[in-house]
Nanobody
């Protein structure tokens, strides 16, 4: 029983900034990986960034240098700071919780939050 709730999406002009957050609750094992994925209409869902409970991060090439992922382990919350936004960043952003494959292959998803970048 895990629930992920995203918040903070909205409309922003190209070049602007926006931050989104995701709070995980329920039976969450403390050693986990939290990530942000996004999906634009007609496209596949893609990984944006991920962060382990130990602080190791991974970013998609398209967002490196512009986005920063962080987390608060005590709150089981993950954040994504998005700077220098481009129109191609427009998508529904989803929070994801998973574990190392040697522990569990189960993963969980949030409901998504819309991020729209106007050009």
């Amino acid at each position: 029983q895990v629930q992920l709730v995203e918040s903070g999406g909205g409309l922003v002009q190209a070049g602007g900034s926006l931050s989104v957050s995701c709070a995980a609750s329920g039976s969450v094992f403390s050693i986990n990986i939290l990530g942000w994925y996004r999906q634009a209409p007609g496209k596949q869902r893609e990984l944006v960034a991920a962060i382990t409970s130990g602080g190791t991060t991974n970013y998609a090439d398209s967002v490196k240098g512009r986005f920063t992922i962080s987390r608060d382990n005590a709150k089981n919350t993950v954040y994504l700071q998005m700077n220098s936004l481009k129109s191609e960043d427009t998508a529904v952003y989803y929070c994801n919780l998973r574990y190392h494959s040697t522990i569990s292959r189960t993963e969980y998803w949030g409901q998504g939050t819309q991020v729209t970048v106007s050009s």
